[in-house]
């Protein structure tokens, strides 16, 4: 079993930045494909970024402002997010697959585990 703790979110202004956090335990963070996820309200979760060893993917409305990084030796993923806008707002959960050589994140945004979520809110 794996859990998954995120921190880091919070209330930034457009154009701001923030970084979120995501503390993986009970499996080697180098064994998983983890991944970042959002949900605004009344939309449906979508996809943000993934990651597995040195492969990382990224959601168009995000690419060239979010990145996406891992820390082996903390067993903790993290998302640098810059330039933020107010559509970025959403609660982002941190996500997990056991089976990283299928790209179940990346290809079909499913995971074994998750996170309970961060709230970041950018104001304009």
């Known amino acids: 079993q794996v859990q998954l703790v995120e921190s880091g979110g919070g209330l930034v202004q457009a154009g701001g930045s923030l970084r979120l956090s995501c503390a993986a335990s009970?499996?080697?963070?180098?064994?998983?494909?983890m991944g970042w996820f959002r949900q605004a309200p009344g939309k449906e979760r979508e996809f943000v970024a993934s990651?597995?060893?040195?492969?990382?993917s990224y959601a168009d409305s995000v690419k060239g402002r979010f990145t996406i990084s891992g820390d082996n030796a903390k067993n903790t993923v993290y998302l640098q997010m810059n330039s933020l806008k107010p559509e970025d707002t959403a609660v982002y959960y941190c996500?997990?697959?056991?089976?990283?050589?299928?790209?179940?994140?990346?290809?079909?945004?499913?995971?074994?585990?998750w996170g309970q979520g961060t709230q970041v809110t950018v104001s304009s």
């Open positions: 009970g499996r080697t963070f180098s064994t998983l494909e």
């Open positions: 996500a997990a697959d056991a089976r990283p050589i299928l790209s179940r994140i990346r290809l079909y945004g499913l995971a074994d585990y």
């Open positions: 990651i597995y060893w040195s492969t990382t």
